[in-house]
């Protein structure tokens, strides 16, 4: 029972110190703003370029998805599952990487813009509010796609079988059971697709900027960076979490239970109809294959033969990124791990509402917070690391939470009395019964966490030091025009973040 109730004291410290730096910066963000008096045209400008690029992002993004997932679901194919697998890999991408490929296949030297020129046609821009648009539908289409395509698999296979049976023809499926299906799962989709177009910095900040395409997250960064307008910047921030939190209540209510009821489990998905429409169907994943693929293949193909000449300063930055990503997971990992067990223990509701808080700030706000509390401590040099590693595992808690919270009810409910009375506390317990069954979970949180924080462009920027980061000397070597480079630190920058995630995540599976 003690033992018990040093976990659940530590759980709450946990959740206590997390809800202090989210809440507490962002007090401090509302104290610093100077009202919404401060804000000038430009910034309102800001806020509503913000609203619409997200809107139309999601709007794009979620009707791509739809015949991407259709083919999927109703198409069986050799690298069926590689492909689907595959698409879940832009999550963990590092967003900087992304746009260099973008930008080596839409930009102004890009390869679509040279064929243009070839067939005499006029050439598309990637910087502006369409670039801004292109990389987000990039980003998150395959987000889309793969929650869509749950949607279908959640159909019973029975329903599709009943309806061969009595001869519904494709327009009579997609009448009973696909937009039934659309209708309860595109709000979803969509909410989720506006809320990370809402709160992207790093996009913006590469191909956005100037005063058509200018988010509020860039407003903030410049506002912070250029005017060291702390006033405006915080205000601001209250803006962006209040759009959020909009969006976040909105979600709560707008989506429609699709009712199709309970199957026998069987795993075999819908057939497809036959004729011109598997040629469709091909096409479709062809050309979704090819828009996601091709950016990463053209940054590959220039940027692995220059790995070998990148300047020793590119590999300091390297091993930074590293060693940050690397202190970042496993704060992560103690956090997530504490906190997922008081949870199981039924520490109450509050602990797990502190796991989730930071969903509703984005980490530039944050940063801003923390600079605003901590700038009469510290030169912004000397915070500019701890902040960010701080920043980067508080980000990842969420994620990491919803993969062990689950894992962590199983092992309470199925050893907690059996443990007890074998008196096994404390190491022992953590060590033989704890970690071996949460590994593999507790893996996968941490190879997110290291991920996402290889890849960060967020934080670091507002304290921008002469200690860079990868991401931010790759920013570095674009705006210097050093496209060679760039695409080499890119290879490096995306191998880092795909073998740190593999690492942790293959650590979790050993002897689990």
Not at 107 to 124: S, V
Not at 132 to 139: E, G, K, N, S, W
Not at 363 to 380: E, K, N, Q, W
Not at 405 to 422: M, N, T
Request: net charge positive; charged share 15%.
């Amino acid at each position: 029972m003690a033992a018990r109730l040093r976990g659940v004291i530590a759980g709450r410290i946990v959740a206590a110190g997390l809800g202090a730096l989210i809440l507490g910066t962002l007090a401090a963000v509302a104290w610093q703003a100077g009202g919404l008096s401060g804000l000038g045209e430009w910034d309102w400008r800001a806020v509503r370029f913000t609203i619409w690029q997200a809107a139309l992002s999601a709007t794009l993004s979620a009707a791509l998805a739809v015949p991407v997932a259709r083919a999927l679901a109703r198409r069986r194919f050799r690298g069926r599952g590689l492909l689907v697998t595959l698409l879940g890999a832009p999550f963990i991408l590092p967003v900087i990487v992304a746009i260099m490929g973008l930008i080596s296949v839409f930009g102004r030297n890009g390869a679509l813009n040279e064929g243009l020129r070839a067939l005499g046609l006029p050439e598309i821009g990637i910087y502006g509010w369409q670039g801004v648009i292109l990389a987000h539908v990039f980003f998150n289409l395959p987000l889309s796609v793969r929650l869509i395509l749950q949607g279908w698999q959640a159909i019973p296979y029975e329903r599709f079988r009943l309806a061969s049976s009595l001869g519904f023809a494709p327009a009579d499926i997609a009448r009973h059971l696909e937009r039934p299906m659309l209708r309860a799962a595109l709000p979803g989709v969509w909410l989720a697709v506006f809320l990370v177009c809402l709160t992207s910095f790093t996009v913006a900040l590469a191909l956005g900027g100037g005063p058509r395409a200018t988010t509020v997250e860039l407003a903030i960064y410049q506002a912070f960076r250029f005017d060291f307008d702390l006033g405006r910047a915080a205000t601001l921030g209250l803006v962006q979490i209040a759009l959020c939190i909009a969006a976040l209540m909105v979600a709560r209510w707008i989506a429609i239970p699709a009712a199709f009821g309970a199957g026998m489990d069987e795993r075999q998905g819908p057939t497809g109809p036959r004729g011109w429409r598997v040629a469709a169907d091909a096409a479709v994943i062809a050309l979704a294959a090819g828009f996601l693929l091709w950016p990463l293949v053209a940054v590959m193909a220039v940027g692995v033969p220059r790995l070998p000449m990148l300047e020793a300063d590119i590999w300091w930055a390297a091993g930074r990124s590293v060693v940050m990503a690397v202190i970042s997971a496993l704060l992560a990992m103690m956090l997530c791990l504490t906190l997922a067990l008081t949870i199981a223990r039924g520490a109450g509701r509050w602990t797990e509402a502190a796991g989730m808080l930071p969903l509703i700030a984005s980490p530039l706000v944050l940063g801003t917070g923390l600079f605003i509390l901590l700038r009469d401590v510290a030169s912004p040099q000397q915070m500019a690391l701890p902040v960010t590693v701080a920043i980067n595992a508080a980000m990842a808690l969420p994620f990491g939470l919803r993969a062990l919270i689950p894992a962590a009810r199983s092992l309470q409910d199925d050893y907690d009395q059996l443990a007890a009375s074998l008196d096994m506390r404390g190491w022992a317990r953590l060590r033989y019964l704890t970690l071996p069954r949460l590994a593999r979970p507790l893996g996968f949180a941490g190879g997110l966490a290291a991920a996402l924080a290889m890849g960060d462009l967020g934080v670091i920027t507002l304290f921008a030091s002469d200690q860079p980061t990868l991401p931010l000397k790759l920013y570095q070597l674009m705006n210097s025009y050093r496209m060679a480079d760039a695409a080499g630190a890119a290879v490096l920058l995306m191998a880092l973040s795909f073998g740190l995630f593999w690492i942790f995540d293959k650590g979790g599976r050993l002897d689990a």
